[in-house]
């Protein structure tokens, strides 16, 4: 999808139509659609083709878009959980793993990068009430297989999260599970790599009372910021700038409307207290 994505702006920079890029590749402007939207692999001969189409010219620049191409070309690790995970939340867990910085807004529940397996169970059965028990189970291994990008040691995002008040109040899978969560969050707070900060209810209305959403940063300055926002039934991808720039600055006056992320810790401790 990244890389989708920087394709679409080299197109745009050339100022060339799906159209007109579709002609040099001899294929219609919706195959050129597909593969920047990621709704298909990208074939080697046809990015090096569209490269030099849209004026790149370097050759240490197209070797390395190239080899970017050959890794995502490879099926992700968890590409073993298709069989429960959804087409539209895959595109999410690939943009997790190549993101730098990870930022969201959670109202209802504890991100899932940082959610026990418990807390993950208690979540995961409350939102498919049908779902069989096997397939909870391997949800929620594959949330818990998602929290290792966090610890890896070949540079790992950061993680800033603003987390409402009625994340910590709402009990989810009883005492035992709300209490082993929040210790397993404030242990997050320990961590070089993780920001964590709370919005309480006194802080009054702020800017994303719609809902929760995540924004995803990447290390290579010429890919932009990309939003995420889910529904009930899957999730929509931002990545023009005007929208991805409504999210940002709604999120960075949370920020400032929020606990600091040094009370954190003091925060979770008295509402671990009060359970």
């Known amino acids: 999808m990244v890389l989708g994505k920087r394709l679409q702006d080299l197109r745009e920079q050339a100022g060339l139509s799906y159209e007109e890029a579709g002609r040099a590749l001899d294929v219609t402007h919706a195959t050129i659609r597909r593969m920047e939207k990621a709704e298909v692999g990208l074939k080697l001969p046809y990015v090096e083709k569209l490269l030099s189409t849209y004026g790149v010219t ?108 009625t994340v910590l109040r709402r009990p989810i899978g009883g005492r035992t599970v709300m209490r082993d969560q929040i210790g397993a969050l404030m242990d997050a707070t320990e961590l070089p790599n993780v920001r964590l900060q709370v919005i309480p209810y006194a802080a009054g209305p702020h800017p994303a009372m719609y809902g929760p959403f995540h924004i995803f940063r990447f290390q290579l300055q010429e890919i932009p910021d990309i939003a995420y926002a889910e529904s009930l039934v899957g999730g929509v991808y931002f990545d023009e700038r005007d929208d991805v720039s409504t999210f940002l600055e709604a999120l960075d006056r949370m920020c400032a409307q929020a606990a600091p992320a040094q009370s954190t810790k003091a925060i979770l401790d008295g509402m671990r207290k009060e359970i």
Do not use: C, K
Not at 76 to 100: I, N, T
Not at 107 to 120: I, M, R, S
């Open 58 to 165: 370097s050759a240490e620049e197209i070797g390395g878009f190239l080899a970017l191409a050959r890794e995502a070309n490879r099926p992700g690790w968890w590409h073993s959980f298709r069989d429960v995970l959804p087409d539209w939340f895959s595109a999410f867990v690939s943009l997790e793993g190549e993101a730098a910085v990870i930022r969201a807004y959670e109202p209802h529940y504890v991100p899932g990068l940082l959610q026990t397996p418990d807390y993950a169970r208690a979540v995961l059965r409350a939102g498919l009430p049908h779902a069989a028990a096997e397939e909870i189970e391997r949800l929620v291994t594959l949330r818990i297989e998602r929290q290792a990008l966090l610890a890896r040691s070949d540079a790992p995002p950061l993680l800033w999260v603003v987390m409402d008040e």
